[in-house]
T-cell receptor
């Protein structure tokens, strides 16, 4: 248990659905991250939040929309996804950017 | 853009053999971190190196940071089946606050 939780752990959704992934960290960290990990690609950084402000958006399609209401919670809102968006979505947190990151267990997303 | 490259991508070894993965950056790094991801799991932080030429050990694992702070290595002595997984390096370029992950090296150990 790393102190970072993610829900749901598994999600199957159709291309027209809207769903949200949730991440919560209990470590008092100031930075939170969303990563995408697919079978043939390394960890792809999607978004970075520092002190609840988005500091990085790595050319992620608009069908992915992050939200950070406070320093402990991070959401990833999904809509009109494509089958190629099927992947493991990992949330992580760190004390500050560039410090060691603590990852949650991930949400395994399948888009049908 | 700034990149962190890791080799090899895959490595199969017989239990008891040694294993090394290498990490190379296109720019000077202020620090480098190593993570391990077990099959079906999530990345777990192993260690951070900060100083030029630094060497740290964790039991059978030896981590090195190059003198120029542009490369690093992880060496496992006498691998065991519990070492199976993907090992990621992640470097922070000196001129940014961003941590860049390498592609990872996936280790398989045959008993």
């Amino acid at each position: 248990e790393t102190g970072v939780t993610q829900t749901p752990r598994h999600l199957v959704m159709g291309m027209t659905n809207k769903k949200s992934l949730k991440c919560e960290q209990h470590l008092g960290h100031n930075a939170m991250y969303w990563y995408k990990q697919s079978a043939k690609k390394p960890l792809e950084l999607m978004f970075v939040y520092s002190l609840e402000e988005r500091v990085e958006n790595n050319s992620v399609p608009s069908r992915f929309s992050p939200e950070c209401p406070n320093s402990s919670h991070l959401f990833l809102h999904l809509h009109t996804l494509q089958p190629e968006d099927s992947a493991l979505y990992l949330c992580a947190s760190s004390q500050e950017q560039s410090y060691e990151q603590y990852f949650g267990p991930g949400t395994r997303l399948t888009v049908t | 853009g700034q990149q962190v490259m890791q080799i090899p991508q895959y490595q199969h070894v017989q239990e008891g053999e040694d294993f090394t993965t290498y990490c190379n950056s296109s720019t000077t790094l202020s620090n480098i971190q190593w993570y391990k991801q077990r099959p079906g799991g999530h990345p777990v932080f192993l260690i951070q190196l900060v100083k030029s030429g630094e060497v740290k050990k964790q039991k059978r694992l030896t981590f090195q940071f190059g003198e120029a702070k542009k490369n690093s290595s992880l060496h496992i002595t006498a691998t065991q089946t519990t070492d199976v997984g993907t090992y990621f390096c992640a470097g922070k370029p000196s001129n940014t606050g961003k941590l860049i992950f390498g592609q990872g090296t996936t280790l398989q150990v045959k008993p």
